[in-house]
C-alpha cells in the first residue's frame, strides 16, 4: 500500500523540470524515501533500481568504484540488469547511496555529462559519507529533505481529504463548529500515538489497531537502537543510547548536558551532532530575535532537542495509551512535552523540500522576571511569537512580554481551542498548526 505523500508533487516537477539535475532524497531512516521514488519510477518505461546495502548489487557497486563515466556506468549496469538505460525513459535510482562514496561523487558527473538522465539518489545516515567527500557537487546536485507523515497527510491517508482540506482553509474569524473541532481533536490524539512513520500509518489505515501499530514502533525503535553500531568510529553506542536516552526525558525544557551521567561535555556535544544528522533529533535554539535572520543572534548554551516522530517518543516512554485518547487535555501527559514535540515535528515538515528550516524559541532570564516563548518563527518580513499550551487554558505572560519587548505586532497560541483571536495573539488548534505558520 503506497501513501501519498506531499514530496510526490516536488518529485514529478523535478521530472519535467527543463534545468533537472541529479537529485538526492535526504532523510532518517523508514520516512518512506524508496517508496516515494518508486512511485515516481512508475511514470517512467522503467525504473533501474540498485540498492547499495544489498549483497545482490555489489557487482554494481564495483561499476561506481571503477568508473566515474556516466556512460561508462550506464553501459556497464545495463549489462549487469539486462535493462537499457535510455534518458527520458529510464529512472535510474540509486538507494541507500551512503553505502557508495563513488556513486555520490559520480552524481555531479551525471550533470555535467548526462544531463538528460533521471537520476535519483536517496540514504540514510547520508550526512556522515557527505563528511568524506572534500566537496559534494555544489550547483550540480539538488537535495529534497524527507520526515515521517504530518497530521495532513495522516489525514488524506485515512480518507479524510475533505476534512484536511478545511482545516487547510480555515482561519481565526471562521473556525469551526464544535462537533467538526472535536473530530479534529480525536483524530490528533490518535496520530500522536500512531506517529507519522508510513509503515506504522498503513498498519493503521488498513486495520485501525493500536495494537497492531504499537509492535511495529518497538520493531523501529530496536531498529534505531542497533543503527547507533554504525556511527560507532564517531561515538561509542552506550553513549549515543545514553544522550538519546536523555533527550527523550528532557523533552520540552533546556537540554541540561550535566544531566548526562557519566559522559563529559564533549563526549555528549559529539553525540547530540550525530544524532541530529542522523535525522533522529531536531534542536531548537535559543534566538535574541531583534531582527531577521533569526539564526544571526542564537545562544546555543540554551537549546531544547526534541525526536523526530511522536509514535516512537510515545512508545520509547511507555505512555498509556488509553490516557491520552480519553484525556480532556495533554498537560498531564508527560507534563504537556508531547504537545510540543507534535509542533516542533509539525514545523519541520512544513517547510519547503528543498530548503529544511531550523527551529529558534526565546527565553529571558531575570530576577523576578523569566519568561520562555516555545518557538520563535518567520512569517514573511514578521517575526511571530508561538506557545504551545497542552490544555485550553493558561496564562500568556511571556507572550506579551515578548510582543512589548520586541515590539511586534502579533503572536499565535497552539493548543486545544477552536480558531479564534484574543487581542493581537491569533489562537490555531494544534491539529492546523503545519498549515498556518
Known amino acids: 500500500m503506497y501513501i501519498k505523500r506531499n514530496i510526490d508533487s516536488d518529485l514529478l516537477a523535478w521530472k519535467s523540470s527543463s534545468n533537472r539535475k541529479p537529485l538526492l532524497l535526504r532523510g532518517a531512516r523508514q520516512v518512506g524515501k524508496s517508496s516515494s521514488v518508486r512511485e515516481l519510477g512508475k511514470t517512467f518505461d522503467n525504473i533501474v533500481e540498485i540498492n547499495f546495502e544489498h549483497k545482490d548489487f555489489q557487482a554494481a557497486k564495483g561499476v561506481f568504484e571503477r568508473h566515474s563515466s556516466p556512460r561508462h556506468i550506464c553501459n556497464e549496469i545495463s549489462a549487469f540488469f539486462g535493462v537499457e538505460i ?6 535510474l535510482f540509486l538507494d541507500e547511496i551512503q553505502s557508495c562514496i563513488p556513486a555520490i ?14 537520476v535519483v539518489a536517496a540514504g540514510s545516515l547520508l550526512e556522515f559519507a557527505l563528511e568524506q567527500l572534500p566537496s559534494f557537487g555544489v550547483g550540480r546536485i539538488r537535495s529534497l529533505w524527507m520526515y515521517p507523515l504530518s497530521f495532513d ?16 482553509n480555515a482561519s481565526s474569524e471562521t473556525g469551526f463548529s464544535e462537533a467538526l473541532h472535536q ?7 490518535q496520530f ?14 488498513k486495520s485501525g489497531s493500536l495494537f497492531d501499530c504499537r509492535q511495529l514502533l518497538d520493531d523501529l525503535t530496536n531498529t534505531f537502537y542497533d543503527d547507533f553500531a554504525k556511527y560507532r568510529k564517531k561515538a561509542p553506542v552506550l553513549h549515543l543510547r545514553e544522550v538519546f536516552n536523555a533527550i527523550i526525558q528532557q523533552t520540552g525544557e533546556k537540554f541540561v548536558i550535566s544531566n548526562v551521567c557519566e559522559l563529559n561535555n564533549a563526549q555528549v556535544k559529539e553525540c547530540l551532532e550525530l544524532l541530529e544528522m542522523a535525522g533522529l533529533v531536531y534542536s531548537i535554539t535559543h534566538t535574541a530575535a531583534n531582527g531577521l535572520p533569526l539564526g544571526a543572534e542564537i545562544n546555543v548554551k540554551y537549546r531544547k532537542f526534541m525526536l523526530f516522530d511522536t509514535g516512537i517518543y510515545q512508545r520509547y516512554l511507555q505512555l498509556d495509551l488509553a490516557k491520552i485518547l480519553n484525556a480532556e487535555n495533554f498537560e498531564n501527559i508527560n507534563k504537556g512535552a508531547l504537545a510540543e514535540l507534535f509542533v516542533a515535528n509539525e514545523l519541520k515538515k512544513a517547510a519547503p523540500s528543498n530548503s529544511p528550516t531550523s527551529l529558534y524559541y526565546w527565553r529571558r532570564e531575570k ?6 516563548v516555545d ?9 511571530v511569537p508561538v506557545e504551545v499550551k497542552a490544555g485550553t487554558k493558561g496564562s500568556m505572560q511571556s507572550m506579551f512580554l515578548f510582543l512589548k519587548e520586541k515590539n511586534r505586532q502579533y503572536g499565535v497560541r497552539t493548543s486545544l ?7 493581537n495573539v491569533q489562537i490555531v488548534p494544534l491539529y492546523a498548526i503545519g498549515n498556518k505558520l
Open 375 to 383: 518557538f520563535v518563527i518567520q512569517r514573511g518580513e514578521d517575526i
Open 192 to 205: 500522536l500515538l500512531v506517529g507519522g512513520m508510513p509503515e506504522v500509518v498503513a498498519e493503521y489505515v
Open 183 to 189: 473530530k479534529c481533536v480525536e483524530l490528533l490524539k
Open 105 to 118: 561523487s559520480a552524481l555531479r558527473y551525471f550533470y555535467e555529462e548526462m544531463p538528460e538522465l533521471h
Open 86 to 91: 535510455t534518458a527520458g525513459q529510464t529512472l
Open 367 to 372: 530576577d523576578g522576571s523569566q519568561a520562555e
Open 417 to 423: 481551542e477552536n480558531f479564534g483571536k484574543f487581542d
Open 153 to 168: 497527510e495522516f489525514l488524506r491517508a485515512m480518507g479524510f481529504d475533505i476534512l484536511a482540506d478545511n482545516i487547510k
